[in-house]
Structure formats: C-alpha cells, structure tokens
C-alpha cells in the first residue's frame, strides 16, 4: 500500500491503516488527550476516501465530528 504524500507538508501522518483487498478502508489515529481531531487524519480521511475515520484517545467519551469518531481506546480495543 502507498500513501499519497506531499512532501511540503511532512507532518502530515497517520498511525494505523485498516485495509481490504489492498485498499484502505479504516483509519486510526491514536493521542494522549480528548482533544481536537488530527487535521491529518482528517485530509488522508477525505482524500482517500476510506468507510471510517477513528482517533482513539486514552479517556474520554465517544464523539462524532463528521465521519471521524474520536472514543476512548479501551472501548475500541475490547471489539477486537
């Protein structure tokens, strides 16, 4: 799998992508806090246009921003 990259914007990565049949399909992202969503999760989301967006964070309660979940990752973890 080969990811699109601009090398202008070297600070653009993910952690984790989820793929089927060699596409992407999900994308994880992984922080300490509940904060924002990545802007890079965010543009590799829309661009390559993948089923689901998630950033997992250490606590905190399950949000929707758009298509990206952000939820705490032992909830996420406990489906695996």
Not at 64 to 79: E, N, Q, S
């Amino acid at each position: 799998l080969s990811l699109p990259l601009d090398p202008t914007h070297t600070d653009r990565e993910i952690d984790f992508v989820i793929t089927e049949r060699g596409k992407p399909f999900w994308l994880v992202e992984t922080k300490v806090s509940d904060g924002d969503v990545s802007p890079a999760l965010r543009y590799f989301h829309e661009r390559l246009g993948t089923r689901k967006a998630f950033q997992l964070v250490r606590a905190g309660s399950v949000r929707h921003h758009g298509d990206v979940i952000v939820l705490p990752a032992d909830r996420a973890l406990t489906h695996i």
